[in-house]
């Protein structure tokens, strides 16, 4: 029988009598690890508890005890996000959703899944695969962030060039309200115009508005094995170039990425994988048009990409030699941050800015004194160039919060965004303002209000704490929030 220290707070015992002692942890030194996702320099409070539903209905306890007692939830899947937005609030429930884990229903006749949010996003790949289809959104964490992760923040990856983001998959959505009580929203068929589109308001909401129990998603019929292109050259910013020309000529590569110096070192540090690592900068490309088509794709991105400047091009249809071409790409951010702490930025900018924006970085870097890996999803403008620093020098450390900033700025002075795949969390939250202005913001916060209004789903995340004060103007939040 599970003890219940006298620090434990009251309501735990009735989280207990819902969901049953193995699902519910207390334990210090186990609900640390739940403290915060992979953005280590994000703010994180401590979990008084951390809950572990099974189900929808258990998930509506959790949610009824919380507004009971006004006590703070963090939703949360695998914990891969890369701003802090699964990050704990001091006292707060932790509500980890990786027990709500099976595919319920994959229907080929309708071309649709059902899942639950603790799906991982590889689980999900598989599982439609045996049926000839494909669910294309696929972070560069694929094999362990989860479905309702990806939801909550939007998230994209390296096929969006080709087939767009987790928002463009979502078809219907079961939530979770602060309440407890259960929405269901959106449909299973391809058209459907009744109402607002709430189940797309709950995408990228970062667990502000709501816990997503369940989610009905579109899928593609499965693509053709890809032919991987890999092209080297001899300055980073030329890779915009061939950004410009890909677009301009109409191609729609099914993955378009780059990697700097920086990044192919490292990454060839890690896999000896006989990376070009005098490169300046590596494009990686993919066609998965099939047989003639992908042919003609490639025969096109190789003219690109010499027309640009490429010193070297080369193609292959192994799946073994793109898988480890592949590899390599999703390899740059771990293999970074073994070079010191990272700062990860996120920014997205039109495609015709991409040169631009690896330029601006670069002198970025000049500026800070320090070293910026830049590593992105070219195809789609998304971009992560990522600040290398030694977090225990404070000097350094200050510097690399300046260029994370001014790479923020770069990218908005560009027509871009703060993000475009990541979220705001608790990292961007002092950007999302900037980015969005006062109208939208309030507009935002009259949501929330609406949605939360004691302010208990998520607090700091997107928002500053200082706006939930704004929000109070709006409508009146709990003092707790
Ligand atoms: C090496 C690496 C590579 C990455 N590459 C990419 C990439 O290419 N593209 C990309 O977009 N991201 C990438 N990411 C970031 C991250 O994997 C994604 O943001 C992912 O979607 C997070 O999923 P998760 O299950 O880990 O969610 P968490 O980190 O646990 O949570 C993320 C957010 O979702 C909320 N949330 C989680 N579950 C629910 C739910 N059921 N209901 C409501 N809210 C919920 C949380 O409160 C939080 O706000 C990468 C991360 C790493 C570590």
Redesign the pocket.
């Known amino acids: 029988m599970r003890r219940v220290t006298t620090l434990t707070p009251p309501w735990v015992g009735e989280l207990i009598g819902a969901l049953g002692p193995d699902s519910v942890l207390t334990d210090p030194d186990v609900t640390a690890a739940y403290a915060r996702?992979?953005a280590m320099l994000a703010e994180a409070g401590m979990p008084a508890a951390v809950v572990l539903p099974r189900s929808t209905a258990e998930v509506s306890a959790v949610m009824q005890v919380a507004s009971r007692h006004g006590v703070p939830v963090?939703?949360?899947?695998?914990?891969?996000?890369?701003?802090g937005?699964?990050n704990a609030v001091d006292g707060c429930i932790t509500?980890?959703?990786t027990r709500?884990d099976a595919v319920l229903e994959v229907a080929p006749a309708d071309r649709l899944a059902v899942v639950q949010?603790?799906v991982?996003?590889k689980t999900l790949r598989d599982a439609v695969r045996a049926h000839g289809l494909f669910y294309p959104?696929?972070?560069?964490?694929?094999d362990?962030?989860?479905?309702?992760?990806?939801?909550?923040?939007?998230?994209?990856?390296?096929c969006c060039v080709k087939y767009g983001?987790?928002t463009d998959y979502v078809l219907g959505l079961e939530?979770v309200l602060a309440d407890g009580r259960v929405l269901r929203t959106g449909r299973r068929t391809v058209k459907g115009v009744a109402g607002y589109d709430l189940a797309r308001l709950?995408v990228g909401?970062?667990?502000?508005?709501?816990?997503?129990?369940e989610a009905t998603v579109a899928l593609r019929p499965a693509p053709a094995a890809p032919v991987t292109l890999v092209a080297s050259f001899p300055t980073s910013a030329q890779t915009g170039q061939v950004v410009e020309s890909v677009v301009t000529s109409g191609l729609v590569p099914s993955m378009l990425e780059v990697m700097d110096r920086t990044c192919i070192r490292a990454v060839d540090d890690v896999m000896k994988a006989d990376l070009d690592r005098d490169a300046a900068a590596l494009v990686l490309a993919q066609s998965d048009s099939g047989g003639a088509a992908a042919t003609a794709e490639i025969a096109l991105l190789t003219r690109l990409c010499e027309e640009a400047g490429a010193d070297f091009v080369h193609s292959t249809d192994d799946p073994a030699e793109g898988d480890l071409l592949m590899a390599a790409r999703?390899m740059a951010?771990?293999a970074l941050e073994r070079l010191g702490s990272v700062l990860l930025d996120?920014v997205a900018v039109p495609r015709s800015q991409v040169a631009t924006f690896i330029d601006g970085c670069v002198a970025v870097a000049a500026d800070a004194g320090l070293v910026i890996g830049v590593v992105g999803?070219a195809g789609d403008g998304n971009m992560h160039p990522t600040v290398v620093f030694d977090a225990a020098d404070a000097d350094q450390r200050t510097r690399a919060f300046a260029a994370f900033d001014a790479i923020l700025e770069l990218g908005l002075s560009l027509g871009g965004t703060v993000t475009?795949?990541?979220?705001v969390?608790t990292l961007k939250a002092d950007w999302l303002e900037r980015e969005i202005g006062p109208v939208s913001l309030s507009v935002h916060q009259a949501i929330k209000q609406a949605l939360d209004p004691g302010g208990l789903l998520?607090p700091g995340?997107m928002f500053r704490r200082a706006h939930v004060g704004d929000l109070a103007a709006v409508g009146g939040l709990s003092a707790q929030s």
């Open positions: 996702d992979q963090v939703p949360r899947g695998a914990g891969s996000g890369l701003v937005a699964a509500l980890v959703t709500m949010p603790g991982v996003n959104p696929d972070p560069a964490s694929y362990w962030c989860t479905l309702g992760g990806n939801l909550a923040v939007n998230s994209g990856g390296l983001v987790t939530v709950f909401s970062e667990g502000t508005l709501g816990v997503i129990t999703r951010l771990p996120d999803h475009g795949e990541h979220g969390g998520n995340k």
